[in-house]
């Protein structure tokens, strides 16, 4: 029995539910892009904006659309169709389903991948075009208290976000208007411009989510927020800044699903991951990841930490911020406010009967050196340092007053890592190496590598997704004779070199291997000269 919202919606709560569907009846996949076919069920469907309801509201009252339909979990509040019918402004058949039947419905509707663009909210393009036209101006905000727009409109920015592997969302107030920038693959593009009185309360209502004070414009504001889109778990940092036109937002989106990767997905060769490895599984020392903000070093650190975190083991951490939560591992953020630096939460955590240490990063005097002091005493200790490459982390300690005999007996190995943009095996083309700056890197100008050409499967991009580049230093006895006597980095990257790759000749090895353009090699490569 199939049963219209208007007449839900006229008659309340008192409705009779209508026959429940078997599961069987509904197909696990296969539906074309914005339709969810229940064939067996006789509704019609119809290519329509299919998702607009946000994923919680969905999961939590068991409903979900289908088509033009809306479907029902069995034995759910029939009441839940009226607000259903008041957000989607148009009747509706209802179909009502078995528990198993509709969780699977839901889950295809907010799948992350494949072809069903399913957001948590609305599509994006001109859909959130006309959402922008709906949000009210800043005056008649004080006549309203309907904000449904704005919301829908900020879920499907990050929805799309998500689903097209987003690092960050830029929300940009100017006078002309508010753009929106999304970072994909290490580079910002533009996805969405909408008119200057969206702004307002755009920005107050991410500041509500992330449980900012909405009152306070004037000073740099820092939150975050956790999202559920499609089952998977989204954690979004949030930072605003006062700006001439307005406050502009940063949205990072660290998707959780990130904690869980290991040493094997990092994309290390099998002599760098037995390098990173051996020295994780020492009793004592430090072991240092290096490079720029953006690098990936967190996500190496935390593959790390899951290959140690066995049970056998107490693992402390002390972060800023904690991006990932990890079972079984004892994490504490940065409090600067309260007095709890790095330096000040590391000498606590030492208290606390640790095996292996992590420090989300030393960058002053008093953080080396209770690190040092914290190895010397028998605990692993990893943390990460901004430096350009493996040998600058010596450097950098050595600034950093930690004495060379003190560095040179605790220190394990440093690694460093880059991250380039992957080609789009779709459509990367082949090009002469002399067309390209390939000849930077030391290949040879008649040689053939691939450069980017975009297409649907990337976006128009070329690239799709990155990859790890990486170097590493392990502090063999030669090594550590250097520190100690104060050799220079040049001499001590002629030794520690001599039989493994510099972030420079990783590079371009991937662009000979087609896996990256020259361009994004020489991107990232210090010693043009190497190899």
């Known amino acids: 029995m199939i049963r219209t919202g208007r007449d839900l919606s006229a008659e309340g709560e008192g409705a009779a539910p209508a026959a429940a569907i078997p599961a069987a009846t509904v197909p696990a996949s296969g539906a074309p892009a914005g339709v969810i076919a229940l064939e067996a069920s006789g509704v019609p469907v119809l290519d329509l904006d299919l998702v607009t309801l946000p994923y919680a509201f969905a999961r939590k009252f068991g409903v979900t659309l289908s088509g033009e ?62 959402l922008a036209d709906g949000i009210p101006t800043a005056e008649d905000l004080l006549d309203t208290a309907d904000d449904a727009p704005a919301i829908r409109l900020i879920n499907g920015v990050i929805a799309d976000a ?49 449980r900012l004070d909405i009152a306070e414009r004037r000073v740099p504001q820092d939150g975050r927020m956790g999202l559920t889109l499609g089952g998977k778990l989204l954690d979004v940092r949030v930072s605003t800044l006062p700006s001439r036109a307005g406050e502009r937002v940063v949205l990072r989106i660290l998707d959780k699903d990130n904690a869980g990767i290991d040493l094997d997905a990092l994309g290390m060769s099998r002599a760098m991951h037995d390098l990173l490895e051996g020295a994780i599984n020492e009793p004592n020392g430090i072991v240092l990841v290096t490079g720029p903000t953006g690098s990936g070093k967190t996500t190496t650190l935390y593959a790390a930490l899951r290959l140690l975190n066995d049970g056998s083991r107490n693992i402390l951490t002390v972060e800023d911020p904690v991006e990932f939560a990890v079972e079984g591992v004892g994490q504490t953020q940065v409090n600067a406010k309260v007095g709890l630096t790095f330096a000040a939460g590391l000498r606590a955590i030492l208290r606390q009967d640790p095996d292996v240490v992590m420090v989300g990063e030393i960058r002053d005097r008093e953080t080396a050196e209770i690190a040092v002091q914290a190895s010397l ?70 040689a053939v590598v691939y450069a980017a050409q975009g297409c649907a499967e990337c976006n128009g991009t070329g690239y799709k997704g990155r990859v790890g580049v990486y170097e590493a230093i392990r502090i063999d006895d030669t090594v550590r004779r250097m520190i100690n006597d104060g050799a220079d980095e040049s001499a001590i990257a002629a030794h520690a070199f001599a039989r493994s790759d510099t972030l420079s000749s990783a590079a371009r090895r991937m662009v000979e291997q087609g896996v990256t353009t020259a361009e994004e090699a020489v991107r990232v490569s210090r010693r043009d000269t190497d190899g």
């Open 69 to 130: 339909a809306v479907a029902l979990r069995e034995g759910a509040d029939p009441k839940a169709l009226i607000e259903v019918r008041r957000v989607l402004g148009r009747p509706f058949d209802v179909v009502v389903l078995e528990p198993a039947a509709f969780d699977r419905l839901l889950g295809d509707n907010y799948a992350m991948d494949g072809q069903a663009t399913a957001l948590a909210a609305v599509g994006m393009g001109d859909e959130l075009d006309l």
């Open 377 to 446: 005493t028998g605990h692993l200790v990893l943390s990460t340092v901004h430096t350009n490459d493996s040998v600058g982390a010596i450097t950098r300690m050595r600034d950093m007053k930690v004495e060379p005999f003190l560095l040179a007996s605790t220190l394990r190995a440093v690694i460093a890592q880059r991250l380039v943009r992957r080609l789009c095996p779709a459509c990367r083309r082949p090009v002469p190496a002399e067309e390209t700056v390939a000849p930077l890197l030391g290949i040879a100008r008649d």
């Open 162 to 210: 998500a689903r097209n592997g987003v690092s960050d969302i830029h929300i940009e107030p100017y006078e002309t208007g508010l753009v929106v920038r999304m970072r994909i693959d290490g580079v910002l593009r533009e996805t969405l411009r909408m008119p200057p009185h969206v702004a307002p309360v755009v920005v107050s209502r991410i500041k509500v989510m992330a």
